[in-house]
């Protein structure tokens, strides 16, 4: 396993080069967390649309089950500013939620569930060793995070997004390519109706030359310890790993989604604004198909988010998946395997990585 320690690994002391992704949404354990760090990798906690004091258990659960380095994710963005609910879009969620059982819309937009603040500072109380944000530049939380003697990572779609994470100090840069799912790292989205969305292949390399004492690490469909070993070809120290993760014993994904995931094909991801207001990529199902035919325009992010939350409620209650935002990455047919404990994901990584390299020797 030598010749995947790299300086990666070297600076945010691991033994093999692989992060779990940060999912937001409930999907993620203090459990599967654990897991990845105590098998050598860098565990992710999600603390997106989580409140402080559950963020807090999270955190302390996580050093709980493990001793190793892991990491805490949270999304910056900037609230929105004027936008329009036309009666087309309320047309849209009514018929949507009318076919859950839920009532109509009473016209409130519902609060946003992002507490940053108030999250960032339990990150901090709580010494966590690597801070990583998307969306935006790490900013205040950035210098603090550095203050307190963090590791932080930030993510990037484009070469310009990289190069200015790189001038806030970051310890590395995640690449993450448009076959990633869920929501990607775009800092504006504006006049994007996808985000930016240059593959894996060509945005690692590019970032590698422009960046070279930067460690880089290549997300977006990378299933397997092929697509490892691909990319430290490509000139990364690591990769991210979200969907290869959601079938596992330890995550919490529900159980509608997981089987959705195992009989995915490669053409079911695709972007969609229809759960959040931002461009993010999950397996096609009811709700994306009628937000697409209506030629409506989502309200921004976090607002649109908000608007579906109950809806996304509903679903998970009646285990109805055509209802749920459905994150994954255009290799999720790749995911034939439930039940596997996340270590055995990560050891089956670094097993092909081996093999791959065996052959070109």
């Not at 900037?78 to 009318?98: C, F, H, K, M, Q």
């Not at 198909?289 to 921004?300: C, Y």
């Not at 996340?342 to 065996?358: C, D, F, L, S």
């Amino acid at each position: 396993m030598n010749c995947f320690y790299t300086r990666f690994c070297e600076r945010f002391s691991l033994q093999v080069p692989i992060i779990q992704a940060g999912m937001a949404g409930g999907i993620v354990s203090s459990e599967l967390v654990a897991a990845v760090s105590e098998a050598g990798g860098l565990g992710t906690l999600a603390g997106a649309y989580v409140k402080p004091d559950d963020l807090r258990r999270s955190i302390r659960r996580v050093k709980e089950l493990t001793k190793q380095p892991f990491s805490v994710n949270l999304l910056l963005y900037e609230e929105p500013g004027a936008y329009a609910v036309t009666p087309e879009l309320v047309d849209w969620l009514n018929g949507i939620r009318s076919e859950l059982g839920l009532a109509p819309w009473d016209g409130e937009i519902p609060g946003s569930t992002d507490e940053v603040d108030e999250c960032f500072s339990v990150i901090l109380e709580e010494k966590v060793p690597v801070f990583s944000v998307a969306f935006a530049l790490p900013g205040k939380y950035g210098s603090a995070a550095k203050a307190a003697g963090m590791k932080l990572i930030g993510m990037a779609t484009t070469l310009d997004e990289a190069k200015a994470l790189h001038a806030a100090g970051v310890d590395a840069i995640v690449a993450q390519g448009g076959e990633a799912g869920g929501h990607r790292g775009t800092f504006s989205v504006e006049g994007k109706p996808a985000g930016e969305s240059v593959g894996t292949m060509a945005l690692v390399p590019l970032l590698v030359d422009a960046l070279p004492d930067t460690p880089i690490v290549a997300a977006g469909g990378i299933m397997d310890g092929r697509g490892l070993a691909a990319a430290l070809s490509l000139g990364a120290d690591a990769i991210q790993v979200g969907t290869r993760f959601l079938t596992c014993r330890e995550s919490t994904a529900h159980v509608a989604y997981k089987e959705r995931l195992l009989t995915a094909k490669e053409t079911d991801p695709q972007i969609t604004r229809a759960f959040s207001g931002r461009p993010a990529r999950g397996i096609a199902n009811r709700i994306m198909h009628r937000f697409a035919e209506s030629g409506i325009t989502a309200l921004p992010y976090p607002v649109q988010n908000s608007l579906t939350r109950e809806i996304r409620a509903a679903a998970a209650r009646r285990n109805d998946a055509e209802y749920m935002s459905l994150w994954a990455g255009q290799g999720v047919a790749m995911v034939k395997e439930a039940g596997q404990s996340a270590a055995e994901i990560v050891e089956m990584y670094m097993a092909q990585a081996e093999e791959v390299v065996k052959r070109w020797r």
